[in-house]
């Protein structure tokens, strides 16, 4: 029975372990996190060690017995309403208010939650693209075409991609779909400055967070995970230049104006 008690304390453990860094968590939040659960269930001689795209771990029982376990999580987009979750949830079971059973049932339910409904997203896209351009500089016609370049850019990344391209076409499409669509409306009058309204629809492929993340991964220094997640901003942002500097040229060379 305690044997079995101790199992259901490591996938606890691993669980929130693996939802953090799936969400974007930085690497020192998901060590503590870990390292809270278990020494709040008396998880002895507990070891964990976490990449942006993995978590090893050990513990063991206090006899002969050992606790291994290694988890290969793909890189994905943040998702910081988990990551709250689980840190709440781990506060919790510090103070005792959990038992193994029910935080583990709690961690399947946060791994469960739902994204925000489409519509949702998208309006987020169109009023963020909007906003900064307005900010970057834009006029209010130009904000007003960055808008529905935004509204445009998720609409096709919910609807038509969903998950049927790699994040490298995903990228260079979206890049591509976004400065096509500032060209058009710019050219039909809605907004004056091209670059204006490129740049600010461009943000909502912005992965802030992540580059966030890396910056403070090697602050701390886990400089593995945060060249990791480096590497991967770099990549996200090659490609969208990839995708606008391709439509600008085939614009150009079709005799069009880039103001």
Same mark, same amino acid.
């Given at each position: 029975?305690?044997?079995?008690?101790?199992? @259901?304390?490591?996938?606890?453990?691993?669980?929130? !372990?693996?939802?953090?860094?799936?969400?974007?968590?930085?690497? /020192?939040?998901?060590?503590?996190?870990?390292?809270?659960?278990?020494?709040?269930?008396? #998880?002895?001689? /507990?070891e964990?060690?976490? +990449?942006?795209?993995?978590? $090893?771990?050990?513990?063991?029982?206090g006899?002969?017995? #050992? +606790?291994a376990?290694?988890?290969?999580?793909?890189?994905?987009?943040?998702? +910081?309403?988990?990551?709250?979750?689980?840190?709440?949830?781990?506060?919790?079971?510090?103070?005792?208010?959990h038992?193994?059973?029910?935080?583990?049932?709690?961690?399947?339910?946060?791994?469960d939650?739902?994204?925000?409904?489409? *519509?949702?997203?998208?309006?987020?896209? !169109?009023?963020?693209?909007?906003?900064?351009?307005y900010?970057?500089?834009?006029?209010?016609?130009?904000?007003?075409?960055?808008?529905?370049?935004?509204? @445009?850019?998720?609409?096709? +990344?919910?609807?038509?991609?969903?998950?049927?391209?790699?994040?490298?076409?995903? %990228?260079?499409? !979206?890049?591509?779909?976004?400065?096509?669509?500032?060209?058009?409306?710019? %050219?039909?009058?809605?907004?004056?400055?091209?670059?204006?309204?490129?740049?600010?629809? @461009?943000?909502?492929?912005?992965?802030?967070?992540?580059?966030? %993340?890396?910056?403070?991964?090697?602050?701390?220094?886990?400089?593995?995970?945060?060249?990791?997640?480096?590497?991967?901003?770099?990549?996200?942002?090659?490609?969208?230049? /990839?995708?606008?500097? @391709?439509? $600008?040229?085939l *614009?150009?060379?079709?005799? !069009?104006?880039?103001?």
């Amino acid at each position: 029975m305690e044997a079995e008690q101790n199992q @259901l304390v490591f996938e606890t453990v691993a669980l929130a !372990g693996e939802i953090l860094v799936s969400s974007g968590a930085e690497i /020192f939040r998901v060590t503590e996190t870990m390292e809270r659960i278990a020494a709040a269930y008396g #998880c002895e001689g /507990f070891e964990p060690f976490v +990449l942006s795209n993995g978590i $090893m771990m050990t513990a063991s029982d206090g006899r002969q017995h #050992c +606790l291994a376990k290694v988890r290969h999580i793909p890189l994905t987009g943040s998702r +910081l309403d988990k990551v709250d979750a689980v840190n709440q949830l781990s506060r919790e079971i510090a103070r005792g208010l959990h038992t193994p059973e029910e935080a583990h049932a709690r961690l399947l339910e946060i791994q469960d939650m739902p994204r925000k409904p489409r *519509w949702q997203q998208v309006l987020a896209s !169109g009023v963020g693209a909007g906003s900064f351009c307005y900010i970057f500089g834009g006029t209010l016609a130009d904000g007003a075409a960055a808008f529905v370049a935004g509204l @445009l850019l998720y609409l096709y +990344l919910l609807v038509a991609v969903r998950g049927r391209l790699s994040k490298i076409a995903a %990228n260079i499409s !979206g890049g591509a779909l976004v400065c096509a669509v500032a060209i058009l409306l710019t %050219n039909l009058g809605l907004g004056s400055q091209l670059s204006m309204v490129t740049v600010g629809s @461009l943000v909502p492929l912005l992965p802030g967070v992540a580059f966030t %993340n890396a910056i403070r991964d090697i602050a701390d220094q886990d400089y593995i995970s945060g060249a990791v997640r480096m590497l991967d901003v770099f990549l996200v942002v090659v490609c969208m230049a /990839f995708g606008v500097g @391709l439509v $600008m040229t085939l *614009w150009a060379r079709l005799g !069009g104006v880039l103001a």
